[in-house]
């Protein structure tokens, strides 16, 4: 069934005409109006259901649908709550959700061979940042004499990996492997969590074609737990620490079992987090409803960016249909700040991004990435080059459908036409990372021989 949605068009003329008694026409008026022409798309499939894990970067979703922006496309959008990671990706690939918030990771593995295989694709990327590195109290305590403080005596940001040095070694001597969470192999969390170890020259643990555990030659053991997991986890002491989302590291803090000790805004600034997928079957089938629902996914990434909004949005963010987590643990993060040991609160004003810095634009420098990552820690197992990256890249991160849902926007007046990239797809060469390595997305091999732990091809 195709349905064409037209919200509103610029001008119409109403006559009014009143016949009296005598058959006597009062004036005909014409009235205008000012609102924006929304352009016309046939919509080929407008009941959607769309997945998404208790997390505040899917907040896109939610926005979306609470404040009307899926059904001013003429999309009737059910957004349901999933139980993992993995579910989530069955059910993309096998069709039983349209489409999902995603790990960034996710359908980057699936198209270059680690783990289930498909062909998934993203033009939309849902944040910047939001992640956190929690370590239980205990740990805390052994890695507080070496962070350095301020004139005031507190912990000076960022803390490296380099002050956890000792309690790994406390724990080895007292013959206890150093455990610690992330949320699934392919996830942001895995690698940032890698990053911050080794950068301090700690070795997280190489994978194998036969050994997919992540573990081998590992200083310390890290583990899949999901999110919501993550807190009781830590209080059970199964594990240590974990690198997680919010509201799991703010609810550490609450419930005072553990410390967040850096947020991934320090690993790496303004990095990308989670992303919208869909099929690549999808998109070829139904490729205005694709359009549509980007269009409605950048307003809600312009909506929660906008000032004065993010109180709403935890409000929204709370019910139970969504995070469902207690409204103060969400504002820690969501309102510009971040709660470390109780009671040091700071403020963070980019702790959450979901469209400054042009968050939404799917960058293939950032699917590149990833993929370095895949092949410094072993999933991908073999030297690939420079231009198997880039084409891999292409293949799933797709700024060209972003680009038509953000023209479309700015045609209805909906954003501004400067808030379209004007890009290759590439972001410029950073080191915005927190042992000050060059990331260039265009020199993948380069990139991964800088590095002293993992592999170099």
Same mark, same amino acid.
């Given at each position: 069934?195709?349905?064409?949605?037209?919200?509103?068009?610029?001008?119409?003329?109403?006559?009014?005409? !009143?016949?009296?008694?005598?058959? %006597?026409?009062?004036?005909? %008026?014409?009235?205008?109006?000012?609102?924006?022409?929304?352009?016309?798309?046939?919509?080929?499939?407008?009941?959607?259901?769309?997945?998404?894990?208790?997390?505040?970067?899917?907040?896109? !979703?939610?926005?979306?649908?609470?404040?009307?922006?899926?059904?001013? &496309?003429?999309?009737?959008?059910?957004?349901?709550? @999933?139980?993992?990671?993995?579910?989530?990706? *069955?059910?993309?690939?096998?069709? @039983?959700?349209?489409?999902?918030?995603?790990?960034?990771?996710?359908?980057?593995?699936?198209?270059?061979?680690?783990?289930?295989?498909?062909?998934?694709?993203?033009?939309?990327?849902?944040?910047?940042?939001?992640?956190?590195? #929690?370590?239980?109290?205990?740990?805390?305590?052994?890695?507080?004499?070496?962070?350095?403080?301020?004139?005031?005596?507190?912990?000076?940001?960022?803390?490296?990996?380099?002050?956890?040095?000792?309690?790994?070694? @406390?724990?080895?001597?007292?013959?206890?492997?150093? %455990?610690?969470?992330?949320?699934?192999? +392919?996830? #942001?969390?895995?690698?940032?969590?890698?990053?911050?170890?080794?950068?301090?020259?700690?070795?997280?643990?190489?994978?194998?074609? *036969?050994?997919?555990?992540?573990?081998?030659?590992?200083?310390?053991?890290?583990?899949?737990?999901?999110?919501?997991?993550?807190?009781?986890?830590?209080?059970?002491?199964?594990?240590?620490?974990?690198?997680?989302?919010?509201?799991?590291?703010?609810?550490?803090?609450?419930?005072?079992?553990?410390?967040?000790?850096?947020?991934?805004?320090?690993?790496?600034?303004?990095?990308?987090?989670?992303?919208?997928?869909?099929?690549?079957?999808? $998109?070829?089938?139904?490729?205005?409803?694709?359009?549509?629902?980007?269009?409605?996914?950048?307003?809600?990434? @312009?909506?929660?960016?906008?000032?004065?909004?993010?109180?709403?949005?935890?409000?929204?963010?709370?019910?139970?249909?969504?995070?469902?987590?207690?409204?103060?643990? !969400?504002?820690?993060?969501?309102?510009? $700040?971040?709660?470390?040991?109780?009671?040091?609160?700071? &403020?963070?004003?980019?702790?959450?991004?979901?469209?400054?810095?042009?968050?939404?634009?799917?960058?293939?420098?950032?699917? +590149?990435?990833?993929?370095?990552?895949?092949?410094?820690?072993?999933?991908?197992?073999?030297?690939?080059?420079?231009?198997?990256?880039? &084409?891999?890249?292409?293949?799933?991160?797709?700024? *060209?459908?972003?680009?038509?849902?953000?023209?479309? !926007?700015?045609? &209805?007046?909906?954003?501004?036409?400067?808030?379209?990239?004007?890009?290759?797809?590439?972001?410029?060469? $950073? #080191?915005?990372?927190? *042992?000050?390595?060059?990331?260039?997305? %265009?020199?993948?091999?380069?990139?991964?021989?800088?590095?002293?732990?993992?592999?170099?091809?």
């Amino acid at each position: 069934m195709k349905i064409t949605f037209l919200k509103a068009s610029t001008l119409f003329a109403a006559a009014i005409m !009143l016949a009296s008694c005598g058959g %006597k026409k009062k004036e005909t %008026k014409t009235v205008e109006t000012t609102t924006p022409a929304v352009t016309s798309l046939e919509i080929e499939k407008p009941q959607l259901t769309f997945g998404f894990i208790k997390l505040t970067d899917m907040a896109p !979703l939610a926005i979306a649908k609470e404040k009307g922006f899926f059904e001013d &496309e003429g999309l009737f959008v059910s957004v349901e709550a @999933q139980s993992n990671w993995k579910n989530i990706l *069955d059910r993309v690939i096998d069709g @039983q959700l349209d489409g999902s918030h995603m790990l960034a990771g996710q359908p980057i593995a699936a198209g270059a061979g680690f783990g289930r295989q498909a062909e998934l694709v993203t033009a939309f990327s849902m944040d910047l940042n939001g992640n956190g590195i #929690t370590v239980s109290n205990k740990v805390w305590e052994g890695m507080k004499p070496h962070v350095k403080k301020d004139e005031n005596g507190k912990p000076i940001h960022p803390i490296s990996a380099d002050a956890l040095k000792p309690v790994i070694t @406390q724990y080895k001597n007292e013959g206890k492997p150093f %455990k610690m969470g992330m949320v699934f192999p +392919v996830s #942001t969390h895995n690698y940032e969590i890698r990053y911050w170890l080794a950068a301090a020259g700690i070795k997280p643990g190489m994978y194998s074609a *036969d050994n997919i555990q992540g573990q081998i030659d590992a200083e310390v053991l890290l583990s899949v737990t999901p999110p919501p997991q993550m807190p009781a986890t830590l209080e059970a002491g199964t594990i240590y620490g974990y690198c997680v989302g919010e509201p799991w590291n703010q609810q550490a803090v609450a419930k005072g079992i553990g410390v967040p000790v850096t947020t991934n805004y320090d690993i790496w600034k303004n990095n990308p987090e989670k992303v919208f997928v869909m099929t690549k079957e999808f $998109t070829e089938k139904y490729p205005n409803t694709t359009v549509a629902v980007t269009k409605a996914l950048i307003r809600a990434g @312009q909506w929660l960016d906008a000032p004065g909004n993010r109180t709403e949005a935890v409000k929204i963010l709370s019910m139970p249909q969504y995070v469902g987590a207690d409204e103060t643990v !969400l504002a820690n993060s969501m309102t510009g $700040t971040f709660e470390f040991e109780k009671g040091d609160k700071r &403020e963070m004003p980019d702790f959450n991004v979901f469209y400054r810095y042009n968050a939404t634009y799917p960058f293939y420098s950032d699917a +590149v990435w990833f993929l370095t990552q895949m092949r410094r820690w072993g999933q991908i197992p073999e030297t690939k080059s420079a231009e198997w990256y880039a &084409e891999t890249a292409a293949k799933i991160y797709r700024p *060209d459908i972003w680009k038509k849902a953000a023209d479309i !926007l700015v045609t &209805e007046g909906k954003i501004p036409a400067t808030d379209i990239p004007a890009t290759d797809g590439y972001k410029p060469a $950073t #080191t915005d990372f927190i *042992d000050g390595n060059k990331y260039d997305g %265009k020199d993948p091999i380069g990139y991964i021989n800088s590095f002293k732990i993992g592999n170099k091809d």
